[in-house]
């Protein structure tokens, strides 16, 4: 079985699996994905999606939070950790916002990348999930699983990670599985416990690069 081949049977499977995926982050406008995924770095989803309900309601939108004292998003989003660094991060991406964008998230992805806080795991997401674009997202739980299932060897770099796949996924297949990924990652080949490989819908795929 080749790397391709591998690929496409493992998206398979997992759509069977999860059919219904999406983001995890609670976000209804684009500049709230992009304030979610910065608070994200090392915090899980579920607590973000907590702490920014206080922040929307306080600063409803991209105006609000642009004009927002960095102290007082860090005070709001303390929770999440790397307070400091994340305020000001929110707090200057959304002024680019507001002076450059007219309050909106521009679709292209290396403006994105020009963004305070945006890496390409980041940029990758609000391409995928906000404006339906190819997307490969290489967060923990994408790096930990391919690694795993053999679509790539020890490679733990994200950038190095999405190139990879990007030669093996199809492009209107990478957003959604990515997503699935992260179900799989959470429920199922676990990193803070042993996998549960006896309930894996991949596990008699997994590492099977070269098998015939």
Not at 117 to 146: E, Q, Y
Not at 169 to 182: A, T, Y
Not at 193 to 199: A, I, M, S, V
Request: include cysteine; proline fraction near 5%.
């Amino acid at each position: 079985m080749t790397k391709e081949e591998l690929a496409l049977e493992i998206i398979d499977r997992l759509k069977k699996e999860y059919p219904d995926v999406g983001c995890t982050l609670d976000y209804d406008q684009a500049w709230k994905l992009l304030v979610g995924v910065r608070l994200a770095a090392q915090c899980t989803d579920a607590r973000v999606n907590i702490v920014v309900q206080d922040l929307y309601a306080k600063y409803p939108d991209v105006n609000a939070l642009a004009e927002a004292e960095v102290e007082d998003i860090e005070a709001i989003v303390r929770p999440c950790g790397l307070g400091r660094s994340k305020a000001r991060d929110i707090s200057a991406c959304m002024k680019i916002l507001r002076d450059q964008y007219d309050g909106k998230v521009p679709g292209d992805f290396d403006a994105l990348l020009k963004l305070p806080g945006v890496g390409r795991k980041s940029a990758n997401l609000v391409m995928g999930d906000v404006f339906g674009k190819p997307a490969i997202v290489t967060d923990t739980h994408c790096i930990r699983l391919v690694n795993r299932m053999g679509l790539v060897e020890n490679i733990k770099e994200p950038k190095k990670v999405e190139m990879a796949l990007w030669k093996l996924i199809p492009p209107e297949e990478g957003s959604d599985f990515c997503h699935r990924l992260v179900f799989h990652g959470r429920e199922v080949c676990t990193a803070r416990t042993k996998p549960f490989c006896e309930r894996c819908c991949l596990r008699d795929l997994c590492g099977k690069i070269g098998v015939e």
